[in-house]
């Protein structure tokens, strides 16, 4: 029996297109032409066809069957993209968001392994085999779900046929290790954080995750910001800028993929009125009794109107949210230090200096062409690679990592196809830390992350190119203090033990401050 496919969704508008029905109704034939594009007539029965289409308020419902030419959620993708191009320049509103209830596949037990589905989709798919089928039901999806193929990753994944194992070998989870450098000798196996207190470098914030970092680690942090600039950011013709870190939450909301998945991870800041007279108790609590009264707090701050910035390059998305550009004037890149913290509500607790709730991070961010975006990325990763081992004499490994916006639990979910980079959405510079363990048992550290976006942040912000040619945007986080964490674990704190690049931009190494206690 051939694979067959069922989706239930909608697509949902930035207005009412209820009042526009008539318009949507008039773009089916349109549509059913465009879902079934690319399927030769003698196999017309393996393409897409919409069942059902009714529009409700901001939505457009649709129930869409298929087969295997044009998969079910690649036809509500050519779907959405005809109703916003109709519907946008004349009625003025366009797609906010797609969601998909439900996506049932079926096919036979020959094509479809139930064991290996049942173990290897355990909480990502519902497997029931019945009157001599195999269905897999999916349910609540979302457009960064159906835009990543992830279903048909799954239905690759669980194939019994030959042809597909072989495919299904390109695929692997997030993790996997694409290529590393040789060992290297380690002059140092304590653990970084705590030596570093001893030491006085460091000391702790009352804060949960945060710290003061004393002269001579802000001078090793100087040191590595000035060698990434100077290998990495300058040499690929980035330029800096400065970027806020207080995000308002109309910039926030069009971090959908985020706000999905790790809205525990951020924080939310209250903005407070400004009538002085408001704070007269919570004044007078403390002026008498020294007692910080947070809780008369509550009925005086409005509700969050702003969080604090995990990830750094919203506001280069926002810069051209609503503008247009011209391939010919890109790529833009950009790189951000100056703009100062990051923050996040780290997941399982903080660690040392390489988990904390606020760090230090280089962004780079750019603006390009599919092929340039990708040509940009890959080129970051390499300089990268090459200052980590190189300039600096570490021992690395390149992974294909998970995107931010990924819960660890949800990551280990999803399988990715490496068979090239240009398929891998983000890539990971990783770094080994010896008091961790043994190399091949232990948990390395990441440095740097490299990822393509594709249209993704170039759809939710709005930014079109004046003729309508496609753009990508990516970016590249490099954790300042998690390099400072690396070379301390690998070089140790002796200061004529590190690299000579190194030592020459720092000059010499300050020293702590003193206190007689």
Known sequence: MPLRMWLEGYLEFSGEVEKYRDDVEELRGDAAEL??????????????????????????????????????????????????????????????????????????????????????????????????????????????????RMVDRAVKLVKTTRTVVEEAEKLAPFGTVLKSSPPKTMKFNREVASTAEELGWIKKF??????????????????????????????????????????????FKKLSTYVEHLPEGLFYVCAPPREPTLFDEFKREYALKRELRTDLLKNLLEEPSYVLDAVQCPPFYQYFSGEIVRLEDLPIKAYDVMGGWTWRNEAGGVEGIVRTNEFLRMEMVFLASPDDALRIRDAVIDASIELADKVLELEWRLVAGAPFYLSPEEAQKRMIDVSSTAKIPTLDVECYLP???????????????????????????KIKEAKGRPIWTGCVGHGLTRWAAAILAQHGFNFDNWPEPLRKKIGKLPSVARTIT
């Not at 040191?223 to 308002?248: D, Q, S």
């Open 206 to 251: 009352p804060g949960r995750g945060q710290w003061i970092f004393g002269p001579p680690m802000a001078a090793l942090l100087r040191g590595i910001t000035e060698l990434i600039i100077e290998h990495v950011c300058r040499p690929l013709g980035f330029e800096e800028w400065m970027f806020p870190r207080l995000l308002p939450m109309d910039v």
């Open 435 to 461: 008091y961790r363990g043994p190399r091949d048992s232990a948990e390395w550290l990441e440095v740097t992350a490299a990822t393509v976006h594709r249209t993704f942040y170039v759809d939710a912000f």
């Open 35 to 148: 879902l079934m594009r690319g399927v030769p007539q003698e196999r017309a029965e393996e393409g897409a066809v919409i069942r059902a289409l009714n529009v409700e308020g901001k939505r457009v419902n649709v129930k869409i069957e298929s087969g295997s030419l044009v998969r079910a959620g690649d036809a509500l993708l050519r779907l959405k993209n005809l109703l916003a191009e109709r519907l946008g320049p004349k009625r003025r509103i366009g797609v906010r968001k797609i969601f998909v209830s439900r996506m049932e596949l079926t096919a036979s037990p020959d094509e479809l392994d139930v064991g290996e589905a049942r173990k290897l989709l355990e909480g990502v798919a519902e497997v029931v085999e019945e009157q001599g089928r195999v269905r897999l039901v999916f349910q609540n999806l979302t457009e960064q779900d159906l835009q990543s």
